[in-house]
């Protein structure tokens, strides 16, 4: 069965985030002065061929873990759907 996973990586909310940073001081600039403390991350969309849906989940996890988000200085977190 295929499923998609929609995976989104954000840097941990202690840490500094200089681009998040560098929009929240422009947005004064652009008209937008009610925004502030953005937080920019990645999204990631990915096919998964899997049994079941638990086996789908591991196999995220264990590519987020792996490769998709450095767990140091970022969190992860996902949706899985069957197509």
């Not at 499923?3 to 840490?15: D, G, R």
């Not at 600039?29 to 998964?48: F, W």
């Amino acid at each position: 069965m295929k499923y998609v996973a929609e995976i989104n990586v954000m840097p941990h909310k202690n840490l500094l985030d200089p681009q998040g940073k560098a929009v929240s001081g422009s947005m004064a600039a652009i008209g937008l002065p009610q925004i502030s403390n953005v937080r920019i991350g990645k999204h990631i969309s990915i096919e998964i061929e899997a049994e079941h849906e638990q086996e789908a989940t591991q196999k995220v996890d264990e590519a987020c873990k792996k490769l998709l988000a450095n767990q140091v200085m970022e969190y992860f977190e996902y949706t899985i759907h069957a197509v």
